[in-house]
């Protein structure tokens, strides 16, 4: 293979640069746009934005377009102008449900592992799959694949993501189980996505979510989702342990302290069941 010559890869690495710091400039003034509409409140044009920005017009509209494409940014159709997309609230109500979340949590999934004496984990939808938010580990559990907390579960085969991922728009559930790619841990894990959104159903049916040594044999687990204050599933609580403990009986009583978790924490953070 012909060496390539110092000039070419230093001629290769300048452009990386450049186009790196375009894409930073750019992203500055996507934000500067951003902030300037949630600062003013109306609706606002072209020509304002750049005038007021000290941007030129066509950078502006290029970037309230490609904003406006991931929903950032609105364009009111009569008027022409422009205004913050619904999006970022979704984003900021997320955001802070997650940080409230975790706090309110923690003090329950203590109080369930102290109970269950299984180890307890919280899960939250993040990117491309379903995140460990909280984990409190059981001495009276031995597991040996633990997914640590900013780790995302195997989403097809953990009650506790399983939980949460029922609860998901049919869009994001075929992305995440695509980006999962069903991988088998056991001889017991689901790996069709026929088979798992089967389960997927049922777990929406009968309230949780059940691992029957589908990620570690001799492993299980079961798992209830938690309501945001406006009656989203928007995380799930869940435990494992040995299936031995999670059989017949014990299984009844572990599912009702998930049950029960999962309810004072969404009561925690202001969900409100209709009577």
Do not use: W
């Not at 990386?16 to 375009?22: L, P």
């Not at 009968?206 to 570690?216: I, K, M, V």
Request: glycine residues 6%; contains cysteine.
């Amino acid at each position: 293979m012909p060496r390539r010559s110092h000039r070419s890869t230093t001629r290769d690495s300048s452009a990386a640069r450049q186009a790196a710091a375009g894409t930073s400039k750019s992203l500055q003034k996507a934000l500067r746009i951003l902030f300037f509409l949630a600062q003013n409140g109306a609706d606002l044009g072209v020509t304002q934005l750049a005038t007021s920005l000290s941007l030129d017009k066509a950078t502006v509209h290029r970037l309230l377009s490609a904003m406006q494409k991931f929903d950032l940014i609105e364009k009111n159709l009569e008027s022409g102008r422009y205004r913050l997309g619904l999006k970022l609230h979704e984003l900021g109500v997320r955001a802070l449900e997650s940080r409230t979340l975790r706090i309110e949590a923690h003090r329950f999934l203590v109080d369930l592992a102290r109970e269950s004496h299984e180890t307890v984990s919280l899960a939250v939808p993040g990117n491309s799959g379903i995140v460990c938010l909280d984990r409190v580990d059981s001495p009276h559990t031995v597991i040996s694949v633990r997914t640590p907390v900013g780790a995302r579960f195997p989403a097809h085969c953990t009650a506790v993501a399983k939980a949460v991922l029922a609860y998901l728009p049919d869009k994001e559930i075929d992305a995440i189980l695509a980006a999962n790619r069903l991988a088998r841990f056991t001889p017991f894990t689901m790996t069709r996505t026929e088979d798992v959104k089967a389960n997927l159903r049922l777990t929406v049916q009968r309230g949780y979510a059940l691992d029957t040594q589908e990620l570690e044999e001799g492993l299980s687990g079961v798992a209830s989702p938690i309501r945001g204050r406006d009656g989203q599933v928007i995380a799930a609580v869940g435990m494992a342990g040995p299936t031995t403990r999670f059989r017949g009986a014990a299984l009844t009583q572990k599912i009702a302290m998930a049950k029960r978790t999962s309810a004072k924490i969404s009561a925690g953070i202001g969900y409100r069941m209709a009577v």
